[in-house]
C-alpha cells in the first residue's frame, strides 16, 4: 500500500498533513488540484524573492560601491523592490556632504539606511547639527564614526542631549565641539552612566566649568560604565590631580582614551629609562601638561634627542616645561630654538627669559618679536626661521 499526505493550509498559513492510501480510497481530483497551485505558488514566491534578492545585492555594489561579499551580507537586512526609494536616500546623503567612500562604508556599517524615509527619518537629524553651524563635511565625518545616529530619535535622544549640554554651561561653540570629538554622545542614553559619572565628579571638588571643559574636549570617557569610570578617576587622584583643578578634567579625558594606561606606562619607561627622570619628576610632569605621557615613544625620543643632544638643554628642563611635548618639532620647536639660538650666540638677547613664552606665542606674535626685530642685524634670520639656512651658517 503506497501511502501519499495531503497538505491543507489551516489558520494563518500553518500546513496540516492528511494521510491517504491507495487501496483503501482515492485522492480526488480537487486535492490533488490543490497540491498543484500550492506547489505552484510556492515556487512563484520563492522567484519573487530571488528577484528582489538580486535586484538588492546589485543595486548595493553598482550604486553604493560595495564588493559582492559585502553586498550579499548587507542585502540579508533588507530588500530592495525598486531604486526610487534608495535613490533618494543617496541623493540625501551627497547633498550633504558624504562623499562616496563614506557612504559605502555607512551602508556597510548600517545597511538599513538604505531603506530609510530620506525627508522624513534622515534630513530632521541631519538639519538638527547643521542648525549647530556644523559645515557640512564635519557632520558628515561625525555621523560615520557614530551610524547609530542614524536611527536615533530626533525627540527622544539626539534634542535632549544637545538641552543637557547647554544646562551645563556649554556655549554652542563647545557643544559643536562635543558633537565632533564624539558623536556617539548624541545617541547614547546619558543617565545611564554620563549623569551618574558626572555626579561623582561633582562629589570630589570637580566645579562645574572644569565640568564643562570635560563635556566639551573630552566626552568619551563619560560614557565609560560607572566601575571603569571610577577606577579612571582614582587612577587620576592617586598621581595627586587636584579636581578643583581644571587639569584633572584634561587628565582623565587623556587617560580614558583607548589603551591609556598603556601607553602612560610605556611612556613613563621612556621618559625614565632613557632619559634619567625619577618617578616625581613623572608626576610633575604630568601634573603640569598630562598629554606628555600619551605621546607616540618616536614623538618623545624625537623631541628629547632635539632639545637635549642639539640645543643643549637638560632633560630637568623639559620636566618643568613638559608642555614643549605637544609641539609639531618640525613645525614650531626646530625653527624656533633655531632663531633663539641664533640670536643667543650673537648677544642679542639674553639667557634670562621665558622659553614658555617663545613657544606659547602665536606665530604672528613670534615672527614680529624675534625674527623681524633682528633682521637689520641678522638679515638671514627669516631664513633660519624657515629651514634654508643652518644656524651655523647665519
Known amino acids: ?10 489558520g494563518l498559513g500553518y500546513l496540516k498533513a492528511e494521510r491517504f492510501s491507495f487501496g483503501d480510497s482515492y485522492p480526488s481530483l480537487f486535492c490533488l488540484e490543490n497540491q498543484y497551485l500550492f506547489c505552484r505558488r510556492l515556487s512563484s514566491e520563492a522567484s519573487a524573492n530571488q528577484q528582489e534578492n538580486n535586484f538588492t545585492v546589485n543595486y548595493l555594489i553598482n550604486s553604493c560601491g560595495l564588493s559582492s561579499e559585502g553586498a550579499i551580507s548587507a542585502s540579508k537586512w533588507f530588500k530592495l523592490r525598486s531604486a526610487e526609494k534608495a535613490d533618494s536616500v543617496l541623493a540625501l546623503l551627497r547633498n550633504h556632504g558624504f562623499s562616496d567612500a563614506q557612504i559605502s562604508k555607512l551602508v556597510r556599517s548600517t545597511p538599513r539606511v538604505v531603506n530609510a524615509e530620506a525627508e522624513k527619518t534622515l534630513l530632521p537629524k541631519l538639519e538638527v547639527f547643521r542648525s549647530l553651524g556644523v559645515v557640512k563635511e564635519d557632520v558628515a565625518k561625525a555621523m560615520i564614526l557614530a551610524p547609530n545616529l542614524f536611527v536615533a530619535s530626533v525627540g527622544n535622544r539626539i534634542i535632549p542631549t544637545l538641552n543637557f549640554l547647554r544646562r551645563n554651561l556649554l556655549s554652542e561653540k563647545q557643544v559643536v565641539s562635543a558633537f565632533k570629538r564624539c558623536p556617539r554622545f548624541f545617541h547614547e542614553n546619558l543617565y545611564k552612566n554620563v549623569v551618574p559619572n558626572i555626579e561623582l565628579l561633582k562629589e570630589l571638588g570637580m566645579p562645574q566649568s572644569c565640568i564643562s571643559l570635560f563635556l566639551a574636549h573630552f566626552p568619551h ?37 583607548k589603551n591609556g594606561k598603556l601607553i ?10 632613557r632619559w634619567g627622570w625619577s618617578e616625581d619628576d613623572v608626576r610633575y610632569a604630568v601634573k603640569r601638561f598630562p598629554q606628555c605621557m600619551f605621546k607616540s615613544e618616536k614623538k618623545i625620543m624625537q623631541v628629547m634627542e632635539f632639545l637635549v643632544n642639539k640645543m643643549g638643554w637638560s632633560s630637568g628642563m623639559i620636566v618643568k616645561f613638559p608642555q614643549i611635548i605637544g609641539f609639531s618639532l618640525e613645525k614650531r620647536i626646530i625653527p624656533r630654538c633655531s632663531v633663539v639660538k641664533v640670536l643667543l650666540l650673537k648677544g642679542l638677547i639674553q639667557e634670562k627669559f621665558s622659553w614658555s613664552t617663545v613657544f606659547c606665542y602665536a606665530d604672528k606674535l613670534f615672527v614680529s618679536r624675534f625674527v623681524i626685530r633682528y633682521l637689520d642685524k641678522v638679515p638671514e634670520l627669516r631664513n633660519v626661521y624657515e629651514g634654508k639656512v643652518d644656524i651655523l651658517d647665519a
Not at 560607572?226 to 579625558?253: P, T, Y
Not at 602612560?264 to 629609562?273: A, E, G, K, W
Request: net charge positive.
Open 264 to 273: 602612560m606606562n610605556r611612556s613613563r619607561q621612556v621618559y625614565m629609562m
Open 1 to 10: 500500500m503506497i501511502r501519499l499526505y495531503n497538505w491543507k493550509s489551516i
Open 221 to 257: 570617557p563619560l560614557l565609560l560604565d560607572q566601575e571603569k569610570f571610577g577606577e579612571l578617576v582614582r587612577d587620576v587622584k592617586e598621581i595627586g590631580f587636584n579636581f578643583h583643578n581644571s587639569m584633572s578634567a584634561v587628565a582623565i579625558g587623556t587617560l580614558g582614551t
